[in-house]
């Protein structure tokens, strides 16, 4: 059993976190997700989880008065657990910076483009408006400004002519399935060569 201890965060459906998963139980991330937290009830990434017998909570932001008072009780929790690294897959909050700069340099997250192109939401949209031959994904170390921080590895995907949204999601998911995984293995044995500078992946199908 290993002892790198993950807490994973999201809000959905949790594809991110099944790659995750799978990756841990044929031993190619030396870790154990030790929770998994989500902030809307009844997602699928929860079900997930509990197949997978992950210890998981919801931690409702709607019951909270602000911000602060959210990501006051979202650490408590991640404090509980006293995990080594924590994985946002999907978790669509945006974090407070007490909260960032509590757990920054063990915060980490993926972000459906490539950044520095189109932070924020709708990334696909805007590859397809903009023309784009390439689109992808980033992960990154998590600071308090949104999706800036320090790129550990991009995927990158062809854009095809007759690519809708959907299309294109689904092909950024699947290179997401890939650099995730890859990214949390690195940390894991704190590959400082891997680290130091940005990877890049092509997925070309
Ligand atoms: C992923 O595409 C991830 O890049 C994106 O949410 C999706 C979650 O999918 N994250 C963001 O947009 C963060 N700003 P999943 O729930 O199937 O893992």
Do not use: C
């Amino acid at each position: 059993m290993s002892h790198f201890r993950i807490v994973v965060l999201l809000s959905g459906k949790g594809s991110n976190l099944q790659a995750i998963i799978d990756q841990v139980s044929v031993g190619d991330i030396k870790a154990e997700i030790i929770a998994v937290i989500s902030n809307r009830p009844d997602v699928m990434g929860l079900q997930r989880a509990e197949k997978a017998g992950i210890p998981n909570h919801v931690l409702e932001h709607t019951h909270f008065a602000s911000r602060e008072a959210f990501d006051q009780s979202l650490a408590q929790i991640i404090d509980s657990y006293e995990p080594d690294l924590i994985v946002l897959a999907g978790f669509m909050r945006i974090l407070s910076d007490v909260f960032v700069e509590k757990f920054q340099g063990k915060l980490i997250n993926i972000h459906p483009s490539l950044l520095p192109k189109y932070k924020g939401l709708h990334t696909h949209k805007q590859a397809l408006e903009n023309r784009d031959n390439e689109h992808g994904a980033t992960v990154h170390f998590v600071i308090p400004e949104l999706d800036t921080g320090k790129n550990i590895i991009q995927g990158i995907v062809p854009v095809k002519a007759d690519d809708t949204e959907e299309s294109l999601a689904k092909r950024v998911h699947k290179v997401e399935h890939i650099i995730y995984p890859k990214a949390i293995q690195w940390i894991i044995e704190a590959d400082t060569k891997q680290l130091s500078k940005p990877s890049t992946f092509y997925l070309d199908k």
